[in-house]
């Protein structure tokens, strides 16, 4: 079964441009989310989507937002890059259902911000 | 506001031996709990995970305890191998974060051989 799907793995960008991060989930999973992980802090949540609708938002500002197409991909974009968006992007997938399940986390995508 | 918090930043443990990992959370409303193990250059892979109706869950060579009254929870595993050295997050939601799973910061683990 295949995994978390993440593109691109790595990725350098300068201030002031924008960037598109993809994320394919797990076949079957409907809930994907987002997480931003810098040294010391560890994961910081950024939003969950579900069933093409954003479900739970974290405390980051306007310029990182997302999307989630009809086959549950997802999409994260930020704008307007600053020097500390450098990090290591990471999506999750899992399933919904009766019992509470894990995410399972695909391999990430390393921003750099020059 | 840091709501999952893993005091120890390393653990070193001889193979082997017994490899203790400890988290503590304060939102009294988590009620589901996660271990994860992280290799470099990898994303976190999910180990165990414990529901608030437990106070204990074993997988193999991993026993996870919550102790719910103390807002604690620790991953135990035995023995150790040298294959179990990484980075360990813990991870808690609750009920009244639908599926936002708060991270500690982590623990390196060192397994000596």
């Known amino acids: 079964k295949a995994g978390v799907t993440q593109t691109p793995r790595y990725l350098i960008k300068t201030r002031g441009q924008q960037v598109t991060l993809s994320c394919s989930p797990i076949?079957?999973?409907?809930?994907v989310s987002w997480y931003q992980q810098t040294p010391g802090q560890g994961l910081q949540f950024l939003f969950e989507?579900?069933?093409?609708?954003?479900?739970n938002k974290g405390n980051f500002p306007g310029r990182f937002s997302g999307r989630q197409f009809s086959n549950s991909r997802s999409e994260m974009n930020v704008s307007t890059l600053e020097l500390g968006d450098s990090a290591l992007y990471l999506c999750a997938s899992s399933l919904e259902g009766q019992v509470r399940q894990p995410q399972h986390f695909g391999d990430g995508t390393r921003l750099s911000i020059l | 506001d840091q709501q999952v918090k893993q005091n120890s930043p390393s653990l070193s443990v001889q193979e082997g031996r017994i490899s203790i990992l400890n988290c503590d959370y304060t939102n009294s409303m988590f009620d589901y709990f996660l271990w994860y193990k992280k290799y470099p250059a990898e994303g976190p892979t999910f180990l165990i995970s414990?529901?608030?109706?437990?106070d204990k869950n074993e997988d193999g060579r991993f026993t996870v305890f919550l102790n719910k009254s103390a807002k604690h929870l620790s991953l135990h595993i035995v023995p150790s191998q040298p294959g179990d050295s990484a980075v360990y997050f813990c991870?808690?939601?609750?009920?009244?974060?639908?599926?936002?799973?708060?991270f500690g910061t982590g623990t390196s683990l060192t397994v000596i051989p």
């Open positions: 991870a808690a939601s609750g009920t009244n974060t639908g599926n936002q799973f708060y």
């Open positions: 414990i529901s608030s109706i437990k």
């Open positions: 076949s079957g999973h409907r809930s």
């Open positions: 989507y579900f069933s093409e609708t954003q479900r």
